[in-house]
């Protein structure tokens, strides 16, 4: 088959869900024997590839303003599309639907990827959650095929819009320490810290994580590995904590400290609420991270027991952070249960056979 990939900000990915998605769904396909494109934004690459482990790359520009960076990259990416004449095209992201209302022109048969709920998030509250909602009400009411990557993300479309939904979830490979000198340059030490790898946004709960943990009497520390690609004024006070037990330690893309960070590190905070299969979760457990999770349906669906979950406020985060620092053989036994997990149900194997079928599916 001949495949697209379009509403990512493109391969290698150093961004997020949908990016990782793509990369891995999409080496893998290319390895299965199909040809595959990768659409990528052009003002995130200094270094433009002309293919990646096999997969083709395409790059178009894209309007660097929030509102309008994915919707002007996706327009310039199906303009191209219609003119390769793909047979499957895969988009990320309902915000992208009111592209998709002529999708018969584009040559191929369009599956669009949903997202979590994104109208939700504090950063498109006024018009920008208007849209969101607007966009997944059209999503809903298009006749393409659609893919939830959770459980939950399925069932709420089919409770509000009558709305059925393949369910494909991200995946995740296992991951065990290799390099333990790796943490050296950060002055770390194994199972002396506590992880959140995150964007700075208020639903993921960063500056929460740091307000429970100033609060706490411990010679653990805090290691909060991410940012935000606009700043704000949560972003901001998050870069005003002053602890000397708290380390920001900025955006890393490195695989091999990013495994280190993750496998050596007492206890996990994942504190995403906006719903939707989270790939750093996945990536936590797949590391044997015990997980101290926000407690949210979409976590729970993938979590179950293998962590504890908190509700949004200091005080309960508090108690979770203790209750696991506490108990130094139960997280290991946790941790190891996420590992399982992982292996049952979210190997990326799994989830390109999905697509596979899925692809195949809707070329008859």
Request: net charge positive.
């Amino acid at each position: 088959m001949k495949i697209a990939l379009i509403g990512s900000r493109g391969i290698p990915a150093t961004y997020g869900g949908f990016e990782t998605c793509a990369e891995e769904l999409s080496k893998r396909l290319v390895k299965r024997g199909h040809q595959v494109w990768v659409y990528g934004r052009s003002g995130y690459f200094d270094k433009k590839l002309r293919e990646y482990e096999g997969v083709k790359l395409a790059y178009f520009p894209a309007i660097r303003i929030k509102a309008l960076d994915t919707l002007s990259h996706t327009f310039l990416s199906l303009i191209h599309a219609q003119i390769k004449r793909y047979e499957g095209i895969l988009v990320f992201n309902y915000a992208n639907s009111p592209l998709l209302i002529f999708h018969k022109w584009l040559g191929g048969n369009v599956i669009l990827h949903l997202d979590g709920l994104e109208w939700s998030r504090e950063k498109w509250k006024g018009l920008g959650e208007k849209y969101f909602k607007f966009a997944e009400w059209l999503a809903a009411k298009l006749s393409l095929d659609l893919v939830s990557d959770s459980r939950s993300i399925r069932d709420y479309f089919g409770e509000k819009y009558r709305r059925g939904s393949h369910f494909i979830p991200y995946g995740a490979d296992l991951q065990y320490s290799k390099e333990k000198h790796l943490l050296e340059k950060f002055g770390l030490e194994p199972q002396d810290y506590i992880l959140q790898i995150t964007r700075f946004e208020p639903e993921n709960n960063p500056l929460l994580s740091i307000q429970a943990f100033r609060k706490m009497e411990t010679a653990k520390r805090l290691v909060l590995v991410g940012g935000v690609q606009y700043k704000t004024e949560y972003s901001e006070s998050i870069f005003a904590a002053k602890d000397p037990r708290i380390s920001l330690l900025g955006s890393i893309y490195d695989k091999r400290i990013l495994r280190e960070l993750l496998c050596n590190c007492y206890a996990y905070i994942h504190g995403n609420e906006a719903g939707g299969t989270n790939p750093a979760l996945l990536q936590a457990m797949a590391s044997g991270c015990f997980v101290i999770s926000r407690d949210v349906p979409f976590n729970r669906e993938v979590l179950r027991d293998a962590g504890i979950y908190f509700q949004k406020n200091v005080d309960d985060l508090c108690e979770k952070i203790s209750w696991a620092l506490q108990r130094p053989d139960e997280t290991r036994i946790k941790g190891e249960k996420g590992r399982d997990i992982i292996r049952e149900s979210y190997s990326w194997e799994s989830v390109v056979d999905e697509y596979e079928k899925l692809f195949g599916s809707v070329l008859k």
